[in-house]
């Protein structure tokens, strides 16, 4: 909503007054004050929005659990040789036809094979691209025009577009975030060099 301005003849001290009066309006914090407190405020709201994402993710260490809420893997264990694994991505289709991006709903799941099974290590919110109402799969990129704005979550830009990771994966925009795995390139890196596929 667009602002007014008023324009006065005051001299200086009623400027300077003006001023005054607007600071002890806004608690009297300085305009770097203010950014700095909302800026803590975003940052603590992120904070609860990834411990909502890792309550939201905890029943997924059982792997028969997201299974019966409709995750299927749909991708090998994913790694790039000297760079780092993404693992064995369990999608969930309904919630990757969803537009909607939900903290407590990723659409992917991070699984790495372990000797005892599956270990979950972290979590995949995506954003596919789709043309005339259905998901983009191939190698060639889509169209610029069906292509969204990038969104973000947890204070981080999505990357991408890019190809899927696996056959059947289509082009999207993506968020990987280690909630139960540490990565020392970062909490929402996209490959983890700490992990490795078998």
Do not use: K
Not at 6 to 32: D, H, I, K
Not at 90 to 117: K, Q, S
Not at 170 to 177: A, E, G, I
Request: net charge negative.
């Amino acid at each position: 909503m667009a602002s007014r301005r008023m324009r006065t003849r005051f001299g200086s001290m009623a400027g300077a007054a003006v001023l005054a009066a607007a600071a002890a309006g806004c608690g009297g914090q300085a305009p770097g004050d203010a950014a700095a407190s909302s800026a803590a405020a975003r940052a603590a709201a992120d904070s609860q929005a990834l411990a909502a994402a890792r309550a939201a993710s905890a029943r997924y260490h059982d792997v028969a659990v997201a299974e019966a809420e409709g995750f299927v893997p749909l991708s090998p264990c994913v790694a790039l040789p000297g760079v780092g694994a993404m693992g064995i991505h369990y999608i969930n289709l309904a919630r990757l036809l969803d537009p909607a991006i939900d903290a407590a709903e990723p659409e992917a799941l991070l699984y790495f094979p372990t000797a005892d099974g599956l270990e979950l290590a972290g979590v995949e919110y995506v954003l596919p691209i789709f043309h005339d109402g259905a998901p983009w799969i191939g190698s060639t990129p889509p169209d610029a025009a069906d292509v969204p704005p990038r969104p973000s979550l947890f204070g981080q830009a999505f990357q991408g577009p890019m190809e899927g990771h696996g056959p059947g994966e289509p082009w999207h925009y993506d968020l990987h975030v280690w909630v139960w795995r540490n990565n020392p390139a970062g909490t929402f890196a996209q490959w983890n060099p700490a992990l490795s596929c078998p």
